[in-house]
């Protein structure tokens, strides 16, 4: 017997595999797992270790996957201004004054989440007020949903304007007031995030990856490119997620079939937004929103474009996936996926639905028929389920009853892979999964394995991995989570309690907490 | 005699006497005599001026620094060529000698299209190319003065105006070239229009229809193409009903765009007398064909074959350009507009074998100055072409470096009823073998 990178004992070791569920050892070696078992077995390794831990009656349970990150746009986020907490424009003034002694002069300062329902004054600040603030520096708001942005002189003038476009706002002397939105916010978008260098990216997802391992994810699956974000976010994943110290799955947000085609990538969409949001009333849901009955939501895509495009998708034996939250948009989707299927049946392609808040039982009888798996984020309901938050506000007490039936559609057969959105609700899988079991609707809760079988084994099946990963076996990669608490025997309200000690990807150590006490 | 000479669209040039005078003035200096220059019409009071560029809350110190920025700009530029004071100023106001001569692009703009007539603007087409040549980039483009809130507002109000003026403009050319079955021209100007505003869907539809007029339905469904993606990227939203239908029309249409009918003919390589493209994979072949031409004569050879260089941008390029410069008269080189030739100086240092007084100017971005370069060396090819027929081998294809294999996929898929004539010979292997060969008019893989 060779040398043995790793070995993990006297440990209480979740495998999700049905033979050898649970053990008390796992053995490392060439970054996979070599040997697990039960006993005393693992004590002809310890002198050939190079590193060997006791656990000490900790758990281990395989690496986490977040099927859903906006990676790039949750690493730029976490290096600008946060503006959601500001009650004002004097507030707003004074943070971006604040951030120009942080900047270099000319650099552009980007701030986000500004929302003016939520400040006193209820408007958004306008150029000339930018200028005083921050003159040396050209400055871009992003309101809190992404189509308006506010810029100051410097930066309208830094930026090309096409002055013919429409969402220009203008001041009383006909100039652009600083307020840009819908094309001319597009266009702004595009231009500065074209701007940001690479360097930029990398510093941002750096930060991103380092606080994700934290919470103990191995595996993402990363959503670049396309609306709201810019394909510049997805070039950079390609080129760089060989050298990110954890697995980046790229879905490329394109309907561009050739360009993925051409850089060899076998997956395409992600937030490839069919309807919007219930936050902002625009998912696509099949009765009026309950706090504005003048909507039910917008679709984006006409159901013949919807088609064409996954009808291509099938043709080239890639793997799709679209945002679809609201009734309608889920319907979309299903009907799109009928058709390929009715063109090219029979093909495995792990397809996917983004988000899928509000199936119906016929619509998650139909997704399972096809073949379609979901990728949900059980953190939503966490934030915005319980009685008396966004859910209900917007949809009502009875059709909040109904988000997210993770349950039902366990029940019926279909895989869930989880995911947090992140930068939506944070990059933290034992959240979700605490989420996942305690939904504030009781019967659509599921229970702790199914739910930490969101974050691994079927992560790693919703992107083909799990023949290799997701699941603790001889053969596989030692991506490890070592926890706390068991979490499958602790309070279910105590779930989101649960640490994380350490975080090992293919049998290295990449965090560490406490571990080794 | 001393002439003012002011160029304010693109980055702003002050030309006094000859000689560029713009980094003996301060900004702030630079920005006074634009204004007024802008403004020959107009007196301005000393007080409003002295409030409008410098901060109103200390009028004393305004003064001062209007003062001493008009006694520079007097300093410099003195009299004009009829001996007239240039700038007035007295103790209370200042403003342009409204005797003098002095020359603004804008001015010039201005009168050129103020002549035309509206209604028979097709009458104008040479005075809208002139306008066009004029509008080298956006009003005062790289010019902003720091806390001057009015004179940064008049500089955004007048890029729109120029800004609006020219959108017009290229929108009347498109139309007349289109109209005058130059439709590579109109082309070019919506293509300018589509980097001025990518998301304005009629300007695809258009290059649709050219297309089609065109008979290359392939190109026509491209755009389409492009056009859904750019819309459902940036806005998430799909093409007009209308657009829609012209696509499905095209889509159901059997029209081919095939130049090349008589494809025997053209296998004869001894015996090429028309436009072709052809991509080899013997090289055996590929020698065949290059003596046959040699002993022929009758078209302009440019043998410029790959090298294991990938990681040499443009080297292929650059050496095809030299080749190019070789093999012409210097007079006919001249003929290209110097700014094309100053874009292409980026990559060949021969041009100024050409015209020893072109110059690099500014530092662009990386994508922008590949656009200028690309946009440069098919100009050059383009005007070489009409001189002489011009067929080029390329030998070793495979290891043709990166950037020039984009600007020949850009050159084939742009310019495809130009007669540029091209044999290759590679690697069968080669992903960008058979890439190019989606652009090419092709007459024969010969595999």
Known sequence: ?517 | MAKLEIYMLGNLKIIWDNKPILEKLSNKAAGILCYLAANREKKFSRDKLAAYFWDSSNIDSARYNLRYNLWTLRKIIKKDENGEEIILTNKDTCRINPKTKFYLDIFEMNDILKDIDEKNFKKHKNDLEKVKKLYVGEFLEEFYLKKCIEFNDWTFYEREKTQRKYIDLLHKLSYLYEADDECHRAIDILEEMIMINPLKEELYVQLIKIYIKLGDRNAALNQYERCCTILREELNIGPMESTKKLYEKIKKSNTEFNQFNNLEEKMNPYKIDINFQIALYSKEQFKGIRAGLCKTREKMMINNPCYPLNNVAYYWMSNLVEKLIFSFHKEDLKKLETYYWQDILRIQSRVLSVDESVTINGSLSIKTEKTRIFNGVEQLINMLVKIENIIIMIEDFHYIDGESFEFLKYYLFKNQNVPIELIICGDIKNKKMNELKKYMNLIDSCK
């Not at chain 1, 830094?158 to 203008?170: A, H, N, S, V």
């Not at chain 1, 001041?171 to 500065?192: C, D, F, M, W, Y």
């Not at chain 1, 009928?338 to 199936?359: D, F, M, T, V, W």
């Open chain 1, 1 to 517: 017997m060779g040398q043995v990178d790793l070995l993990l004992y006297n440990g209480i070791i979740i495998s999700l595999e049905e033979e050898k569920p649970i053990c008390n050892w796992v053995m490392v070696k060439m970054g996979k797992v070599f040997d697990l078992g039960i006993g005393d077995g693992y004590k002809s390794y310890l002198n050939q270790s190079i590193d060997a831990i006791n656990l000490k009656g900790k758990t281990l349970v395989p690496g986490f996957y977040d099927s859903h990150v906006h990676l790039v746009q949750t690493g730029l986020n976490s290096l600008s201004l946060d503006l959601s907490h500001v009650n004002s424009i004097k507030e707003i003034l004074n943070c971006i004054e604040e951030e120009t002694q942080k900047i270099s002069k000319g650099e552009f300062i980007r701030a986000i989440g500004l929302d003016e329902l939520k400040i006193k004054e209820k408007r958004l600040p306008n150029r000339y007020e930018l200028d005083l603030c921050a003159p040396n520096h050209p400055v871009w708001i992003n309101r809190v949903e992404y189509h308006t942005s506010i810029v100051n002189s410097l930066a309208l003038h830094k930026l090309r304007i096409p002055y013919d476009t429409d969402g220009i706002i203008r001041n009383e002397n006909h100039t652009p007031s600083g307020v840009l939105t819908g094309r001319a916010s597009a266009l702004v978008r595009k231009q500065i995030l074209n701007k940001l260098s690479n360097r930029m990216r990398l510093k941002g997802v750096n930060h991103v990856l380092e606080n994700a391992i934290e919470k103990g994810v191995t595996s993402l699956n990363a959503m670049e490119g396309g609306f709201t974000f810019h394909d510049k976010d997805a070039e950079f994943v390609y080129e760089n997620k060989d050298s990110f110290p954890i697995d980046v799955s790229l879905f490329y947000q394109t309907i561009n079939v050739k360009k993925v085609l051409e850089k060899g990538l076998r997956r395409i969409g992600g937030a490839l937004f069919l309807d919007g949001s219930f936050g902002s009333r625009t998912a696509a849901l099949s009765e009026p929103y309950f706090d504005d009955a003048s909507t039910n939501g917008k679709l984006y895509f006409s159901q013949d474009e919807i088609n064409d495009f996954i009808l291509k998708t099938y043709k080239n034996d890639l793997q799709v996936s679209a945002h679809a939250i609201g009734e309608r948009a889920i319907e979309q989707i299903l009907r799109a996926h009928e058709y390929a299927q009715s063109i090219y049946p029979g093909k495995e392609h792990r397809n996917r639905i983004e988000h899928c808040e509000l199936p119906s039982i016929d619509q998650i009888r139909k997704a399972k028929k096809l073949g379609l798996m979901l990728s949900m984020q059980p953190a939503y309901e966490y934030f915005w389920g319980s009685s008396g938050q966004m859910y209900e506000k917007r949809l009502g007490e009875t059709r909040r009853k109904k988000a997210n039936p993770f349950k039902t559609i366990l029940e019926e057969g279909l895989i869930i892979a989880g995911g947090s959105d992140s930068d939506v609700t944070p990059m933290n899988p034992i959240l979700g999964i605490h989420a996942a079991v305690n939904h504030p609707v009781l019967e659509h809760g599921v229970s702790p394995i199914d739910a930490l079988k969101m974050f691994t084994i079927n992560g790693a099946y919703a992107v083909f991995e799990d023949h290799f990963k997701g699941s603790i076996k001889e053969g596989k990669y030692a991506d490890f989570v070592v926890l706390n608490e068991d979490p499958l025997k602790i309070q279910k309200e105590k779930i989101k309690e649960i640490q994380v000690l350490a975080t090992i990807k293919e049998g290295n150590i990449l965090y560490e907490n406490n571990l080794r006490d």
